[in-house]
Every structure is written in structure tokens, then in C-alpha cells.
């Protein structure tokens, strides 16, 4: 196996157990004399070792700043069964957390670096796993990691790969990033599929939908949104699928408003709401962009969800994005009724949570109205965060009432 040296006092992070290795850290690549290429092939395993040799553990070659991603400490291999082995404690501590039922059948089976395999994501949506590589390596594994999935979850016979906006763009990359792996022939290829969330139903389009469908990382935040609907006007904006819209109404809201810029998003949340409580719902949903509706329909809402997509996905982009969920919560703030309730939310990873609220601040006080935090919100339990890797915190929320 191809070796990483690193400097001299380099290793101190993966003592600590973080899982990256920065190209700064490394010193040298020692390659085998009969090894066919001039530096390790993007995916490939290797061995990691400090300046005095001493074996750190293996883990995925990657050309960029994060080198390598360290799938094993303390050894120079990886184990064999190690893919059936890690998915298998990653579904028990799923198991053990009641997320698995009659009533719930859809979850996110693997977090990435929160169960100990960076670069891999699965959603779980009834009888099918669908899979994000956000790495060359876990590209590479893909039909190791399928076959591994359906020997351990047993409502799962298939396995979707969807990660052609997720693998690096300017990597050379082997084998098609979209498609079945398992089960194609049992797979509706008009893409009906329907999961249930605490007792709700919904259509999950992982062949045209964003990210593998669904935002599973919002289940516990739709619940509590649940309670405070009763008998309320509400605006769910960036709608998607619809989650929020659909458990408001379960929650007996007075009317519900979804809004969302793609009109294939405004069609799933109407499906989604059909299904569930009829054509009659008190629901209307409308395909325009967010600032526009938000200014001209104020002072309408007593109950108001603000749930954008990433503003800031990478470091570079941190500052105009907090300007963006300033003025995104100043309309919010601004637009609700007195005494009404804003969830509002951001999952960019480069926005920090303490960064975030002060960003609500500055929104709060530039419309000058008094506003309360009654809730912190954060991701699940089924989306774990390595304590040893605080960046794999990205969702946070707060609820809020204004007067």
C-alpha cells in the first residue's frame, strides 16, 4: 500500500481522532517501485504514517486541501468486512433510537464522518437505500457499500447511487455518478415512490429531487412545528417537498401557504398534501421567488417557516451569506403578525451556529421589533456529529416569537 508521510508534529489532529489530513501536513509519498502511476491514483486507500513511521491509520487519497480522509486509525489496512461492519453499527444505533418502524421508515442510515466513514451518505426511504459519495473513494466502493447495505437492513432490496452533483467536478472520475446498483429491475422507472415520516406520507423523487429526496435532517423540527399550529395562518417558505406544510395542517392549522421558486418543488408539496388530507386542504402553494412574495403579502401570517438552501458553502462565501439571512430574517420579522412564531433555519456548514443567531440579531433589531428565542433547533440523532469533527454540525435553528 502507498504510504503518506507527515511533517514532523503533523499528526497531532489524527491523534485526536479527526478524520482529515491537510496537503499542507504531508511531507512525503513513498510509492512502491513497481507502482504504475507518479503519485497515488484520486480514491485510492493508503497508509498514513508519522515523521518517525509510526502508522496513523488508512484512509481515502484524495488531490485537493483534505488529502486524505481516514477511514481506520491505528492500522494499516482495512479490516475485511469493514464496510458491513461499519453500516451494521450505524443501523443498530438507529434501531436502538426507535427511528425504525411501521410508522417511520425513512432515515439516514450513514452521516459521514458522524459514523466513522467520510464522504458517504444514505438515506433509507422505505424499501430503498439511496447513496451520495461526496469522495472519489466512497465512489469507488459504491457496489461494496450496496451489497453491504442490503445484507444488513432488512426492508431494503435497493440500492440507488445519485451523486452526480456531489463528486468533485474536475476529477477524473470511473463509472457512471447516477443509476441503480441493485434492484433496478424492481424499480418504478417513473420514479412514484412513497415513504412514511411519523405516520405522514410523502413522494420522494430521488431521480430528479434535490440532494436524495428528502430533507430527513428537518423530522424532529417539523414535529415541533406540529404543536404550534393549531388554528394558525402559515407561510412555509423554500417549501420543497412540503414537510413543514404537511405537518401543519396535521397540526390543525387554519391555512397553510407553501411557496417555493420551482414549480417541480410546488407540484411534490401539492401531491404531498393531497395524499395525506385530500383535495380540499385548506393548502395553496405558489412557484415565486421568496423576498418577492414575503413583500407583498405582510402581516398575513401568525406562523412563518424560513428553511433556504445553503447560502454559503464554502469559507470564501461566510460574509455575503450572512447578509443574506440578515435580510432574509428582516422580512420574516418583519412580515409576521404580532405574537406570531418564526422558524427559521440555516444549513450552510461554513455558517456557525453563534454566527447565525447574530445574524437574527441584526435582522431583529433592524426591524426594531422585540423578539424571543423559544427553541435552539439542530439536526437529529440519526444525522450523529463526530465529537472529534465539529464541522459535521451544519443544521441550526431557532423559534422565535415576535411582538
Not at 40 to 62: C, S, T, W
Not at 259 to 264: I, L
Not at 333 to 338: A, D, F, K, L
Request: hydrophobic share 40%; charged share 25%.
Amino acid at each position: 500500500m502507498i504510504t503518506v508521510h507527515l511533517k514532523p508534529h503533523k499528526e497531532e489532529s489524527l491523534l485526536r481522532f479527526h478524520p482529515w489530513v491537510f496537503s499542507g501536513a504531508i511531507r512525503s509519498i513513498a510509492l512502491d517501485k513497481d507502482y504504475p502511476y507518479a503519485e497515488p491514483r484520486e480514491g485510492e486507500v493508503v497508509q498514513v504514517v508519522d515523521a518517525k513511521g509510526n502508522i496513523l491509520g488508512v484512509g481515502h487519497y484524495q488531490i485537493g486541501s483534505i488529502a486524505v480522509r481516514i477511514l481506520a486509525f491505528g492500522v494499516n489496512d482495512l479490516p475485511q468486512d469493514f464496510w458491513r461492519e461499519r453500516i451494521a453499527a450505524a443501523y443498530e444505533v438507529r434501531n436502538s433510537l426507535g427511528l425504525i418502524s411501521a410508522n417511520n421508515n425513512s432515515f439516514r442510515l450513514i452521516h459521514g464522518e458522524g459514523d466513522f466513514l467520510p464522504g458517504l451518505i444514505v438515506d433509507i426511504y422505505a424499501d430503498t437505500a439511496v447513496i451520495q459519495a461526496h469522495s472519489i473513494g466512497m465512489h469507488y466502493h459504491r457496489q461494496e457499500i450496496a451489497e453491504a447495505i442490503i445484507q444488513v437492513v432488512p426492508q431494503v432490496d435497493k440500492v440507488y447511487y445519485k451523486s452526480d452533483d456531489t463528486l468533485p467536478h474536475k476529477a477524473v472520475i470511473e463509472g457512471a455518478r447516477v443509476g441503480y446498483l441493485i434492484g433496478a429491475e424492481k424499480a418504478d422507472t417513473e420514479g412514484d415512490f412513497w415513504a412514511k415520516e411519523n405516520g405522514l406520507d410523502f413522494r420522494i423523487d430521488w431521480l430528479r429531487g434535490q440532494k436524495t429526496g428528502f430533507f430527513i435532517d428537518q423530522r424532529d423540527n417539523r414535529s415541533l412545528l406540529e404543536h404550534y399550529a393549531k388554528d394558525k395562518e402559515v407561510l412555509n417558505m423554500f417549501c420543497y417537498t412540503g414537510g413543514f406544510s404537511v405537518y401543519a395542517l396535521r397540526g390543525g392549522a387554519k391555512l397553510v401557504h407553501s411557496v417555493d421558486v420551482s414549480q417541480k418543488a410546488i407540484d411534490l408539496v401539492r401531491s404531498n398534501v393531497a395524499h395525506n388530507f385530500g383535495e380540499n386542504a385548506p393548502h395553496e402553494a405558489f412557484a415565486e421567488e421568496a423576498f418577492e412574495f414575503m413583500a407583498n403579502n405582510q402581516n398575513k401570517y401568525d406562523l412563518i417557516i424560513l428553511d433556504p438552501p445553503a447560502f454559503a458553502k464554502h469559507r470564501d462565501a461566510v460574509k455575503n451569506a450572512l447578509r443574506g439571512y440578515q435580510r432574509l430574517n428582516a422580512k420574516g420579522i418583519q412580515s409576521i403578525r404580532p405574537g406570531g412564531i418564526l422558524f427559521t433555519f440555516s444549513c450552510s456548514q461554513a455558517i456557525d451556529k453563534d454566527m447565525f443567531r447574530l445574524a437574527v440579531f441584526s435582522a431583529a433589531a433592524q426591524v426594531g421589533r422585540k423578539v424571543r428565542i423559544l427553541h435552539q433547533l439542530h439536526q437529529p440523532a440519526d444525522h450523529p456529529i463526530n465529537i472529534y469533527h465539529p464541522e459535521g454540525e451544519y443544521l441550526k435553528g431557532l423559534v422565535l416569537q415576535v411582538e
